[in-house]
């Protein structure tokens, strides 16, 4: 990292520090109190660069095809153990875990009110919540197969995606392209 601090700095003729100029032979000499953006994008976890590693976190939702419950705990995991290595790391973390709660909770809804559904049909009045029951169930399927797939897309181009439909219990941060982490709601993504 410090090389390509030193790569960058060399390429400009001088650096601005707080209205202040400094040449590259005064800048050398700095201490290190100088506040550079990291460079994830060179960062290795697992042996994976940062974006794969980004795109393995969403993706790892679907461990639910191979054990229940695991494509819950998976991205918690992945996210957890490797949050502070890096901010793009915890800021797709915290996207997937907004979304795995929404889903938690819209599963939830849904299935009373499909419970709800079925104990009035049996007065012959279930009938008309069935179907919109059953469609918003569709669509819930539909969503979380297809969002994960989505924010790998995207995480794996360097892209910060926010689920639609999602609830947000944790703030997100999205890094801006200089790598400084903006709050999400004055970002343009």
């Known amino acids: 990292m410090f090389f390509g601090v030193v790569g960058q700095l060399v390429t400009a003729a001088h650096v601005s520090r707080k209205g202040k100029i ?11 109190d100088v506040q550079t953006p990291p460079d994830d994008h060179s960062l290795q976890i697992w042996g994976m660069n940062l974006n794969t590693y980004c795109m393995l976190l969403h993706l790892s939702q679907f461990c639910q095809a191979i054990c229940p ?4 705990i998976a991205p918690i995991v992945l996210w957890v153990v490797n949050k502070d290595k890096s901010a793009l790391v915890d800021t797709h973390g915290k996207v997937i875990l907004n979304w795995i709660i929404s889903l938690v909770i819209y599963t939830t809804v849904l299935g009373l009110m499909m ?3 079925l104990l009035l049909t049996a007065v012959f009045i279930g009938f008309v919540l069935i179907i919109p029951v059953t469609l918003a169930g569709l669509a819930l399927v539909a969503a979380a197969m297809a969002f994960p797939i989505v924010g790998a897309i995207k995480a794996n181009e360097g ?21 400084n982490v903006v709050p999400a709601n004055t970002s343009t993504f």
């Not at 400094?22 to 290190?32: C, D, G, L």
């Not at 892209?159 to 790598?179: R, T």
């Open 69 to 72: 419950g695991l494509g819950l």
């Open 22 to 32: 400094f040449s590259i032979k005064e800048v050398m000499t700095m201490s290190n």
């Open 159 to 179: 892209i910060v995606w926010l689920y639609p439909l999602c609830i947000p219990f944790f703030k997100v941060d999205l890094p801006d392209p200089s790598g």
């Open 115 to 117: 419970f709800t559904s």
